[in-house]
């Protein structure tokens, strides 16, 4: 709802921008006609060379308000571009499920995988901006927590032994549970050594790779 009032926002001042210009010409060309008129009815040196400079000074006004109004239209552009831009990014970060997330890893690791692999796939998805703007949006902690443990509850995530959880301080919830990854993405603060930068970077490379 924000970004569609700022795009209304910008169209609006463009078009206020518009009238503006057109009543400023309107007016600047009346007040020139003056002394063009005058030079008519009296064609002197002094009413000519007054035409003259009244013409001078509406041609630089002209120009300069023409000039203002290309840079607040490039201006009011950008904006829009920016607002569409955020929209987008808006709508993948309220997805809330996650289906891209889950989709990609699915794709990358058709046989599934161990659950120190999910772990560290996990952690390198939460520290580093290794995909896609539209897929970096639902990187949240929450968002994946729940895709993890719904991974983990469709067997996608094998866990042989509960040691390897100890390792990153979530061995109080089941991984088909979210409160088992949400302690899993803690254990960078609580622990500090849980992130194997190495093998993240492996596995994040099958995501954008599919190898």
């Known amino acids: 709802m924000k970004a569609v009032k700022l795009l209304i926002l910008a169209v609006a001042e463009v078009v206020c921008l518009v009238a503006f210009v057109a009543m400023c010409q309107n007016t600047v060309t009346k007040e ?4 063009a008129a005058r030079y008519w009815r009296d064609p ?3 009413n000519r060379l007054a035409a003259e400079q009244a013409k001078r000074a509406e041609q630089r006004f002209l120009w300069t ?3 203002g109004l290309g840079l607040a239209l490039l201006w009011n552009s950008w904006a829009i571009v920016r607002v569409v831009r955020a929209k987008k990014q808006e709508r993948s970060a309220n997805d809330a499920d996650g289906r891209g997330i889950s989709e990609t890893i699915r794709r990358a690791f058709p046989g599934g995988l161990d659950y120190d692999d999910a772990a ?3 952690l390198a998805l939460y520290s580093f901006r290794v ?4 897929l970096m949006c639902q990187c949240t902690k929450e968002n994946l927590a729940a895709v993890f443990s719904e991974l983990a509850s469709a067997g996608f995530i094998r866990v042989t032994t509960a ?4 390792r990153y301080g979530a061995s109080s919830h089941d991984p088909g549970d979210t409160g088992h990854w949400i302690e899993v993405i803690a254990s960078i603060l609580k622990i500090g050594d849980t992130v194997d930068v ?13 190898s």
């Open 120 to 122: 560290q796939l996990c």
């Open 65 to 67: 308000v023409r000039g």
């Open 131 to 134: 995909l896609p703007d539209e």
């Open 44 to 46: 002197t040196e002094e």
């Open 32 to 35: 020139s006609l003056l002394p």
């Open 198 to 210: 190495d093998r993240g970077r492996s596995l994040t490379d099958r995501l954008t790779t599919g």
């Open 163 to 166: 040691k390897t959880a100890v």
